[in-house]
């Protein structure tokens, strides 16, 4: 596994020198979802899809007024009314991850999902028989792309395209030297607060969903799952995911090094 200093030059190369692109795919007749996109990169995103002409943009948020802002927001910054909706989903609750897949199961067509929705905390909760960040950002995130996988291939099907399925990740996941996986069981070791790295626990959430992603897409190609899955690196952002990190810190950084979420937003 690698580490932050060797991994470093890299990094800085790609936040430094690299920008991504502006997005320019027409997404004329396409429905997107798009989940935590409230805020941060996820409404960015979505204030992209929707200058791209999507049919249909769902947002999903936990609290309804920030995703009623969210749509205000974006309405009034796309001036396209009538296209974007918010959903609830929590992703700390299993029973609301199937809830919401099912919703999504009634829709006329899906084009895209991009699982943004994470969380990047440094106390030890146990939510859902795991710990919170293992339980958000691993499990219901692919709880909820198994869900929906269906109606992503259906959609294949019907309208002779190729839809896609993206999780957003991280570079971070080379900053882990993820020590938990000589454990013989690497879940029950993640979920003992005694020995618990807080610390490191977003680095290695966003190695398990590179892990989840490269395993799903060697056992089952787009070639015959009829949909591609991808995750992506948007890059150190100015977010509120880092606001749990120490402010002097988390200032320096964003002044030195931080791309704004709308550049990031372009990668996904």
């Known amino acids: 596994m690698s580490s932050v200093p060797s991994k470093l030059p890299s990094f800085l190369r790609s936040q430094l020198l690299v920008t991504p692109k502006h997005p320019e795919t027409d997404c004329s007749g396409r429905t997107i979802i798009v989940t ?53 989903l929590d992703l700390a609750s299993y029973d609301n991850v199937k809830a919401f897949a099912k919703r999504v199961a009634g829709l006329p067509r899906l084009d895209a999902i991009i699982e943004n929705a994470g969380i990047n905390t440094t106390k030890f909760v146990e939510i859902g028989g795991n710990e919170s960040t293992v339980t958000v950002n691993v499990v219901s995130t692919f709880l909820l792309a198994l869900l929906v996988l269906p109606k992503l291939q259906e ?92 402010a002097v810190l988390i200032s320096v950084m964003y002044a030195a090094l931080a791309r704004t979420t709308e550049v990031g937003s372009r990668t996904l």
């Open 155 to 246: 959609t294949a099907k019907q309208f002779s395209i190729v839809p896609n399925l993206t999780i957003v990740s991280s570079e971070v996941h080379f900053f882990t030297a993820f020590p938990e996986r000589e454990s013989p069981n690497i879940f029950e070791t993640l979920n003992n607060p005694k020995t618990a790295r807080m610390s490191d626990r977003y680095n290695v959430s966003k190695l398990l969903e590179v892990f989840a992603c490269r395993r799903i897409a060697r056992h089952h190609p787009v070639s015959r799952l009829g949909v591609t899955i991808n995750f992506v690196n948007p890059g150190f952002c100015r977010s509120e995911l880092a606001r749990e990190m120490n």
């Open 36 to 88: 935590g996109a409230n805020t941060g990169l996820g409404k960015e995103a979505a204030r992209h899809i929707v200058r791209l002409n999507a049919e249909r943009v769902i947002i999903t948020a936990r609290d309804a007024s920030k995703g009623a802002a969210a749509v205000k927001d974006l309405e009034q910054t796309t001036g396209r009314k009538g296209v974007i909706e918010v959903w609830d």
